[in-house]
């Protein structure tokens, strides 16, 4: 136990930047739960993470065609959904990558996918309060 919870510790080190970081999702999640409960809980912020960006993304693409009536800058819409649409699809493949890494710093542990969900979570989270914080002026 003493040895998976070094590595969860040390799995949070790529997600120090956000409001919360691998461990203490974990960590609030244990709070309690079992094992399987605490798996559950952390399956469930990574659902709700995934959700959350995804209504942020959905706001965003809201707020650049409501700012469409721009007659200064006709071509403002397209480049900014172009730009949302890849700056997206970018992220995506970051929080694939960088999760499965951070799983594998894990994987000598029983909590390896505790931690990829976790990560989901903070990533996703995190990216859902950027994008909201530059929602474009209508």
Not at 7 to 15: I, M, N, T, Y
Not at 53 to 65: F, H, T
Not at 102 to 110: F, R
């Amino acid at each position: 136990m003493l040895f998976a919870t070094a590595l969860l510790l040390l799995a949070s080190e790529g997600s120090i930047l956000s409001k919360d970081s691998v461990a203490s999702v974990i960590n609030d999640c244990w709070k309690g739960h079992d094992h399987a409960g605490m798996s559950a809980c952390v399956e469930a912020r990574a659902r709700e993470a995934r959700v959350n960006r995804g209504q942020a993304e959905k706001a965003a693409g809201e707020a650049i065609r409501a700012s469409a009536d721009e007659r200064s800058f006709p071509e403002y819409p397209t480049e900014a959904m172009t730009e949302l649409d890849r700056a997206s699809s970018a992220f995506s493949k970051y929080v694939a990558s960088e999760c499965s890494y951070e799983a594998t710093l894990a994987a000598k542990g029983n909590g390896s996918e505790d931690v990829r969900s976790a990560c989901v979570a903070v990533l996703n989270e995190e990216r859902a309060r950027l994008i909201r914080a530059a929602l474009p002026v209508p």
